[in-house]
């Protein structure tokens, strides 16, 4: 059996049931949103995922550390909220059996599921095996009907060994022409894994067991001018001018990409698009690990470089957040140290 098989097993299959949820909130109830301290949203959504993959990792793997994005301190005063997850929560499940109880079985009342959610409170850091929780990354695009992405990495000694991203509103051909939004044309959804030193690879998202998988890789890019970059869709979360001028500097004549979520680097990954910019819009933002852990491996191995706007590969090893970097440059590893030469080009002249 290969390194991290049974984790990458059960991170796709946690991946997958959580994704089916996220499905369901999207098609068959109201988003149940609700605002956080920072006035982000969050969704009955967010909080179901969180609860069954945390089920699942608890249920394989009881010792490992989790550092989640939601908290259910909310939902513990709130009884109509938590009802109405606890009804998703119980009744989703994989529809094959097998791939269901690899996964550990029913959450046993709402109270387990609160704890369970509760249990992606570590503080993280540079020692054990710690996985990293993204339930919906791009809340913003799932309640638009836009991408967006459930997120599962595992950190072992702040090295990324494993990521997994359900990515539900992104179609199943890697040449589809890449857009924000999920039209007509928009698929079904892929699930996207990848192990350190072991490649990178994509499976359509089923309601059972794992579809057959395939390995991905970056596009080739030999002429610059002829890339596609992707950014953020909200203004707030990156800078949009900075980026516009770094892409012409680099000779890029196509419009920007703009999609939701580690979507961002799951597309750069299968050749969809190039490259990922995220310049900081605050100098004070300190990323979250999981919005960044499983993209960066994925792309990583899928024969990409994956730094911050300094040109420092992104450390996992120093808490929740990624402390010690400003910024993403996702690209591939050929043209990386040229991408970034331009991002410091356009950072210095700001100072
Ligand atoms: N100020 C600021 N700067 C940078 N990033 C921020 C900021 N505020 C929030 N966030 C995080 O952005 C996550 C959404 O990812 P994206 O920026 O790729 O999505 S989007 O295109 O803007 O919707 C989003 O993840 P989710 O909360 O999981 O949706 C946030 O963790
Ligand atoms: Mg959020
Ligand atoms: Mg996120
Ligand atoms: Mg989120």
């Known amino acids: 059996m290969s390194t991290y098989a049974k984790?990458?097993?059960i991170a796709q299959l946690a991946v997958q049931r959580a994704s089916i949820l996220t499905k369901r909130v999207f098609h068959e109830k109201a988003k149940g949103t609700v605002s956080k301290d920072d006035k982000s949203p969050v969704t009955i959504g967010d909080f179901g995922a969180q609860a069954l993959i945390i089920s699942a990792l608890k249920a394989n793997f009881p010792e490992d550390e989790i550092v989640a994005e939601?908290?259910?301190a909310s939902l513990r005063t709130n009884e109509a909220l938590r009802q109405t997850i606890w009804d998703l929560v119980k009744t989703t499940q994989l529809s094959?059996?097998?791939?269901?109880?690899?996964?550990?079985?029913?959450?046993?009342?709402?109270?387990?599921?609160?704890?369970?959610?509760?249990?992606?409170?570590s503080k993280g850091g540079a020692s054990g095996r710690i996985w990293a929780i993204d339930p919906i990354d791009g809340t913003l695009g799932f309640l638009r009907g836009g991408q967006y992405a459930v997120c599962l990495a595992l950190i072992v000694d702040g090295?990324?060994?494993?990521?997994?991203?359900g990515c539900p509103n992104l179609p199943v051909d890697d040449t589809a022409p890449l857009t924000g939004s999920v039209g007509e044309e928009g698929g079904s959804?892929?699930?996207?894994?990848a192990v350190l030193g072991q490649g990178a690879s994509s499976r359509p998202l089923t309601t059972g067991g794992l579809a057959e998988q395939k390995t991905i890789a970056m596009r080739p890019l030999s002429d610059m001018s002829a890339a596609t970059f992707c950014e953020s869709v909200e203004a707030g979360h990156s800078a949009h001018g900075d980026q516009a001028e770094?892409?012409?500097?680099?000779?890029?004549?196509?419009?920007?990409?703009?999609?939701?979520?580690?979507?961002?680097?799951?597309?750069?990954?299968?050749?969809?698009?190039?490259?990922?910019?995220?310049?900081p819009v605050k100098a004070t933002y300190q990323e979250k690990i999981w919005d960044h852990a499983a993209g960066d491996l994925i792309v990583r191995e899928?024969?990409?470089?994956?730094?911050?706007?300094?040109?420092?590969?992104?450390?996992?090893?120093?808490?929740?957040?990624?402390?010690n970097n400003k910024g993403v440059i996702a690209a591939p590893a050929s043209v990386h140290s040229k991408v970034l030469a331009?991002?410091?080009?356009?950072?210095?002249n700001k100072k």
């Open 189 to 193: 959804g892929v699930l996207f894994s």
């Open 159 to 165: 090295q990324v060994q494993v990521g997994v991203l």
């Open 302 to 323: 899928a024969g990409g470089a994956v730094t911050d706007i300094q040109g420092k590969t992104l450390d996992f090893s120093v808490g929740r957040t990624l402390a």
């Open 96 to 121: 094959d059996p097998s791939a269901e109880s690899a996964l550990g079985g029913e959450i046993a009342d709402e109270d387990a599921m609160l704890t369970m959610i509760d249990h992606g409170n």
């Open 7 to 9: 984790e990458l097993e």
């Open 342 to 348: 331009a991002v410091q080009e356009v950072w210095n």
């Open 246 to 279: 770094i892409a012409k500097k680099l000779g890029i004549t196509n419009p920007s990409v703009r999609l939701d979520s580690q979507a961002k680097y799951a597309s750069i990954a299968r050749g969809a698009g190039d490259i990922y910019l995220r310049l």
């Open 70 to 72: 939601e908290e259910a």
